[in-house]
T-cell receptor
Framework: GQQVMQIPQYQHVQEGEDFTTYCNSS?????IQWYKQRPGGHPVFLIQ?????EVKKQKRLTFQFGEAKKNSSLHITATQTTDVGTYFC??????????FGAGTQVVVTP | ETGVTQTPRHLVMGMTNKKSLKCEQH?????MYWYKQSAKKPLELMFV???????ENNSVPSRFSPECPNSSHLFLHLHTLQPEDSALYLC?????????????FGQGTRLTVV
């Protein structure tokens, strides 16, 4: 199946700081999705990117799809304790099934 | 509440037991999935059903047996499990396979095999 690599695996952030997590693929993607899983919870859909170079914002979260559609990033500004969780990128493979990256686990220290 | 309901939320079973996990969605979705989430591992796709037909069996051991009686219900029958099968089992659904569609997850069943 299609493989996506997420970096970093862990991210410790001071409250108020910014950080970015990345999702990379060796092949061109038709679209990419981002999910968030809170501790003890289940993955929840955040956003989907489809177009080359697309940028979407949700409050303090900025999602970007690379020009070549092989990578994506999630940037969070002014991190808050509510941002704690694991952020996954996901792609649909050629059979239409969701394949998830390993996730970036975010820990926020006050 | 995502519209995908899983029961039970927690399950402890012995290695010789037989149990079943249930997933139900009333979103009108055609595709349903079972994922396994172990500590410090990525989400592992186990089974996929599209219009009640199994389209994927991702090299899952036969001690896991899925059943999809209709588009709204998905079961995972468990038999003779091993301690390493302890994990969070997540059910998900999507409108269809492929295309521009998102996955809706249930809250999962936390399984412990003793």
């Amino acid at each position: 199946g299609q493989q996506v690599m997420q970096i970093p695996q862990y991210q410790h952030v001071q409250e108020g700081e910014d950080f970015t997590t990345y999702c990379n693929s060796s092949t061109t993607l038709s679209n990419i999705q981002w999910y968030k899983q809170r501790p003890g919870g289940h993955p929840v859909f955040l956003i989907q990117l489809v177009k080359s170079g697309e940028v979407k914002k949700q409050k303090r979260l900025t999602f970007q799809f690379g020009e070549a559609k092989k990578n994506s990033s999630l940037h969070i500004t002014a991190t808050q304790t509510t941002d704690v969780g694991t952020y996954f990128c996901a792609v649909t493979d050629s059979w239409g099934k969701f394949q998830f990256g390993a996730g970036t686990q975010v820990v926020v220290t006050p | 509440e995502t519209g995908v309901t899983q029961t039970p939320r927690h399950l402890v079973m012995g290695m010789t037991n037989k149990k079943s996990l249930k997933c139900e969605q009333h979103l009108g979705h055609n595709a349903m999935y079972w994922y396994k989430q172990s500590a410090k591992k990525p989400l592992e796709l186990m089974f996929v059903y599209n219009f009640k037909e199994q389209t994927e069996n991702n090299s899952v051991p036969s001690r896991f047996s899925p059943e999809c009686p209709n588009s709204s219900h998905l079961f995972l029958h468990l038999h003779t499990l091993q301690p390493e099968d302890s994990a969070l089992y997540l059910c998900a659904s999507s409108q269809d396979l492929g295309g521009v569609t998102e996955a809706f997850f249930g809250q999962g069943t936390r399984l412990t095999v003793v």
